[in-house]
Structures are given as structure tokens and as C-alpha cells.
């Protein structure tokens, strides 16, 4: 049984591991009815696949670590992209 106390340490930890990551990305959503926190948005943008899923499965209980992983892949082909396009801007 989990106890409260190491869910804390380990949010804390994938915070932590956040902090050195540049900027947020927005608009980054699941389809319905997965959930999304801004937290799997920067863990895809920081290329956290390990955080992501972790983050991943604690909001959306019940769903598969290769659904978890598709969903991750997603995420950093959509901010791929989204480079790309910045990059053709200029």
C-alpha cells in the first residue's frame, strides 16, 4: 500500500525534474475522457517519457502503460511539429 507521505516524494520529485525544462507548452490536450494536467504537457515537452507515464497513470487510473506511451508519442510529434513550423516563419 502506497502511503501518502511517497505519493508526495515523488509528485515533489517530478516537479523537481520540471524546473530545468524551458518553457510550457500549451494547448496539449487528450481527447475526452483522458485528463490532462499541465504536468504531462511539460513532461512530453521535456522529453520525460518515465514522469509522463507515471503522470499519466496516476490521473487516468485504469489505462494501459501503451496507451500512456501512444499518448506520449502524440504529445512530442504535435510539439515537433509546432518547431518545425516556427522555424519556417522566419
Known amino acids: 500500500m502506497i502511503t501518502a507521505d511517497i505519493v508526495t516524494l515523488c509528485f515533489s520529485v517530478a516537479i523537481y525534474r520540471l524546473e530545468g525544462c524551458s518553457s510550457m507548452p500549451s494547448n496539449l ?3 475526452l475522457p483522458k485528463v490532462t494536467t499541465k504536468a504531462l504537457a511539460q513532461f512530453a515537452q ?3 517519457m518515465i514522469s509522463f507515464i507515471k503522470e499519466y497513470r496516476r490521473i487516468n487510473p485504469g489505462l494501459s502503460i501503451e496507451e500512456a506511451k501512444a499518448d506520449f508519442a502524440h504529445f512530442r510529434k504535435v510539439l515537433e511539429n509546432r518547431g ?3 522555424l519556417y516563419r522566419t
Open 84 to 86: 518545425n513550423r516556427a
Open 29 to 31: 490536450q487528450l481527447p
Open 46 to 48: 521535456c522529453n520525460d
